[in-house]
């Protein structure tokens, strides 16, 4: 069973991680094979609630993009550099392929060989030199080892085809030759005395036993085939070593985790049928056919806390949406096939989960406890939230319990630990809790900061402001806001880009300045998106 990605959105924040973390452990439990992954940095106020619980921290998931590994290419398709040219072409028509990826022992990558190599040999080429191994000669020659000196064969090729007289008049045998010849018995022993390297007998050729005793004194191979001559002489080029068809050039190769789409723009200018597959040690894992680009498996992932395109994982439409848990307005991801998507008006998307344990009759564990209440503190405020629930109240009773910590006390610590400007750039505030959002055509993005000091961030407002505008600039996003939320005062500062100003004064219905303070604007979800996607739609 493949294994399943559970993550939520990019500059994940408390909830998205956590309940990410807290499903993937609920659906092993259950059987199924899932990990929990984060498509973003990590806030410090997450890092105090895993650590606080002695939780790992999820690793990175870059994007979930169709790659190599996720085709249906022949795998493990290849050839060894000494075995022969016919075992080659044999593999090839076995598996109905035009190409065949040559390793040496240790499985490196040597070459490609093709069936437009092999031509040159099987019709055009007269191969004299042979580089093989006795073995390989037995193999394609179907033959018999009368005598074996020597593991591997190099020599010239020579058929004895001439009447014997004319034969040892006209022919210098020496050390170096191989020597094809049937029940020619001055032939055999001429060569023989030249010491030649071998002789191969064809036609199951009878050799007299005073022959074969010299033989065996001057160290000649002998093999005995029941192919006939023309035969014989026609199948033992293919005996060479398939390494003697490597060419000089490098063809073209692919890493396993190379991407699809780069494969098939890769393809579009070369128009080859055959790419070997490697890993990045340069070890041969098989022969990507081009047209196993329409035969995938796409990786399988779960959503958590969201369900906009945009703040989701780079190459979502290239995977296998499999279910969907979140608890905001839906968004525009689509999917290829009906999936399940549990959407519930609670103030996080743990207790959604933290309700999964409980439909599921599975037992909270305190570590999971403990993040699960986590999540649902920092989306709610510790239950000071408009979006609370009587479900999301439920869930932090119950988990703070088996978490064995007062929630008020704990949560006040939580959200002190993410309110923090220490070493944080105006950038890393904006980014601390960012998210897109798309109306029609018109693309906008909304960061939220926790904090008890606007102080420290108005000092810096101009500061701020740059970076907002150039955000929207290099992303075309008519509206960039940095929300800087006050739970003690029951409110959020904004931040703008200058070119979205307009938007605001819309929106909140007068001349807005940087900095400017919304009373009772504490979630974004509810206060913050439906305002402006509002005024956007317009």
Known sequence: MKKTYIFGHRNPDTDSVVSAIGLSYLKNQL?????????????????????????????????????????????????????????????????????????????????????????????????????TSYDNLLKVLKGEEVLRFSNEIIGKLLVAAYKSTTFMSNVALNEQHILIVGDRHSVIEYAINSKIKMII???????????????????????????????????????????????????IKFLETDFVSDVLDMNYKLKHTNYPVIDKNNKCLGLLKITDLSEKTPKKVILVDHNEKMQSVEGLEEADILEIFDHHNLGNITTNHPINFRNMSVGSTSTIVYT?????????????????????????????????????????????????????????????????????????????????????????????????????????????????????????????????????????????????????????????????????CISRKKHVVPVIMSILEN
């Open 31 to 131: 059987g199924d094979i899932t990990e929990a992954r984060v498509i973003g940095d990590i806030n410090k106020e997450t890092k105090f609630a895993l650590d606080t619980f002695h939780v790992k921290e999820p690793k990175y998931l870059n994007d979930v993009k169709l790659q190599l590994k996720d085709v249906h290419y022949h795998k493990n398709f290849m050839i060894k550099d000494t075995d022969s040219i016919y075992d080659g072409y044999q593999a090839m028509l076995k598996e109905e392929l035009t190409g065949i990826p040559v390793v040496s022992d240790n499985q490196q990558f040597m070459g490609l060989v093709t069936i437009k190599d092999l031509s040159h040999i099987i019709i055009n080429e007269n191969i004299e030199d042979l580089y």
């Open 201 to 251: 007998l064809s036609g199951d050729a009878y050799m007299k036993e005073e022959h074969l005793k010299m033989a065996y004194q001057n160290g000649v191979n002998i093999i005995r085939t029941p192919y006939d001559t023309y035969r014989v002489s026609r199948l033992v080029s293919l005996t060479n070593y398939i390494k003697t068809m490597i060419k000089i050039y490098n063809p």
């Open 356 to 520: 999964l344990f409980q439909e599921k009759n599975v037992e909270i564990p305190k570590d999971i406890a403990g993040i699960l209440l986590s999540g649902i503190l920092s989306d709610t405020l510790i239950l000071k939230s408009p979006t609370v629930t009587e479900k999301d109240r439920e869930a932090v009773m119950n988990l703070s319990r088996i978490a064995e910590v007062d929630y008020s006390v704990y949560g006040m610590e939580l959200l002190k630990s993410g309110t923090s400007l220490d070493g944080m750039s105006p950038m890393d505030v904006l980014y601390h809790d960012y998210k897109l959002f798309s109306v029609g055509d018109k693309n906008f993005a909304i960061g939220q900061f926790f904090t008890m000091n606007f102080d420290e961030i108005e000092e810096k407002l101009e500061d701020y402001v740059s970076v907002l505008d150039r955000v929207s600039e290099a992303n075309h996003f008519v509206l960039v806001c940095l929300y800087v939320t006050d739970i003690i005062k029951n409110g959020s500062y904004v931040i703008f880009n200058q070119k979205g100003k307009n938007y605001l004064d819309i929106a909140y219905q007068k001349d807005v300045t940087e900095g400017f303070f919304v009373e009772g």
